[in-house]
């Protein structure tokens, strides 16, 4: 009796919320502010707007991420591993400005706490088979295509990332797995990181205005046979006592920690670096150059370490005496350490551009530059001749690093 004595009044209920669900209009992806799962359709993050972060979010091929300026990511404290990875034929369009840059950054104000930004293109790599996947959110990444185009970073600070997914996996601030030269990366910085601020798995990416600031493992770091130039170059590590922990190298720098001779070979030009290291940890390096890299490294400045430069194995030192890896107009605090006894202080010094022991005196931490320096024949290269990368009276790092 009770039944039939509701039914009508059960009826029209229903009735009256099918009128009202049909009213609801689709969820707009253009509004939503927390970023999560899969985006499989282009958005936009507005400028001035805060998003927050929850578990990976994977950009999907043939979907653009764009972000404005002033635009900050928040990864929300919830005990899930929080990250951002763009796909293979996927595009990320950050662009923020000097005034108003994109922030990334995490609840927990402390390193580790998320697992920052990883890009995955269709550059060469030098594994076997020309493919691999990516350590974080396991995306394929590798192939043939030179010029490939992730899209445009621009004026972006990364804070806080490096979060610990197991023993074998760190992630950095920035991962460029196989990123080709087509995408656009400049003005970025990785901040208080607990992996490194910067690292290329192959790839063929160009890069200008890179700051690297108190992130415990390396800087910047390189393997797979990353073939990119680079220009304007800082790391800055301060004291274990400030930081409470310390810091590992300046640069650390691979071919193919598996097999020494892989190809293409890790082959980057770098120039105008200025790289600051504050530890006294007696294993800690400047510019570790190991495992077959080739490299091209001008105009720099290396301070802080107990080793400014050191070389290891028998690949990349003996590239170093053949000339295919170049060294020029490098002022380093100490000296030389060749780990496999190929490499030597003379043999630095052979050009007459490079210096040891020398003693350099920073402004504001590390404004400076020293006249003198290599003018590479590359449109991609400013005619910057001077040694370091941010001179007194052009500090390019106001108004959007911390």
């Excluded at 209920?13 to 992806?29: K, L, N, Y």
């Excluded at 598996?258 to 890790?266: I, Q, R, V």
Aim: include cysteine; charge should be negative.
């Amino acid at each position: 009796m009770k039944t039939k004595r509701f039914l009508p009044y059960l009826l029209i209920a229903s009735a009256m919320m099918t009128s009202f669900i049909s009213c609801i209009s689709p969820v707009d992806p253009q509004e939503t502010t927390v970023l999560r799962g899969e985006l499989t359709a282009d958005l936009t993050l507005s400028s001035g707007k805060t998003y927050q972060l929850s578990g990976g979010y994977h950009v999907k091929s043939g979907v653009t991420l764009n972000i404005e300026e002033g635009v900050k990511i928040v990864a929300i404290d919830d005990n899930i591993v929080d990250y951002i990875l763009i796909e293979q034929g996927a595009k990320i369009n950050a662009q923020g400005s000097e005034s108003n840059p994109i922030v990334m950054t995490s609840e927990k104000e402390e390193s580790g706490a998320w697992g920052g930004l990883h890009i995955c293109g269709k550059a060469p790599i030098n594994v076997t088979g020309g493919t691999a996947v990516s350590e974080i959110g396991d995306a394929v990444y590798g192939g043939n295509n030179i010029s490939d185009n992730s899209g445009i970073l621009r004026y972006i600070r990364i804070e806080y990332a490096g979060y610990n997914f197991s023993e074998e996996k760190e992630a950095n601030g920035f991962t460029f797995y196989g990123v080709g030269n087509g995408t656009t990366a400049e003005y970025m910085q990785a901040y208080v990181g607990s992996d490194d601020g910067f690292e290329w798995f192959g790839g063929t990416m160009d890069v200008k205005y890179l700051v690297s600031t108190n992130n415990s493992d390396d800087s910047f770091d390189w393997t797979q046979g990353w073939r990119g130039r680079g220009q304007y170059l800082l790391a800055y590590q301060a004291s274990k006592t400030a930081l409470g922990y310390d810091c590992d190298a300046l640069i650390e720098a691979d071919n193919n920690g598996d097999n020494f001779t892989a190809a293409p070979t890790s082959h980057p030009v770098l120039s105008n670096l200025t790289l600051i290291g504050n530890n006294s940890a007696d294993e800690k390096r400047g510019i570790r150059l190991r495992a077959g890299t080739q490299a091209e490294i001008y105009n720099a400045i290396v301070t802080g370490k107990p080793n400014c430069l050191t070389t290891q194995t028998v690949e990349t030192e003996n590239s170093l005496i053949n000339g295919s890896s170049i060294l020029e107009n490098i002022l380093l605090e100490n000296t030389v350490t060749s780990e496999d006894g190929n490499y030597s202080e003379e043999m630095f010094l052979y050009s007459g551009t490079n210096a040891i022991n020398y003693n350099m005196t920073f402004n504001n931490l590390y404004r400076g530059t020293v006249s003198g320096g290599t003018i590479l024949a590359d449109s991609f290269f400013d005619a910057a001749g001077y040694k370091g990368a941010v001179s007194s009276d052009n500090d390019w790092t106001v108004g959007w690093t911390r």
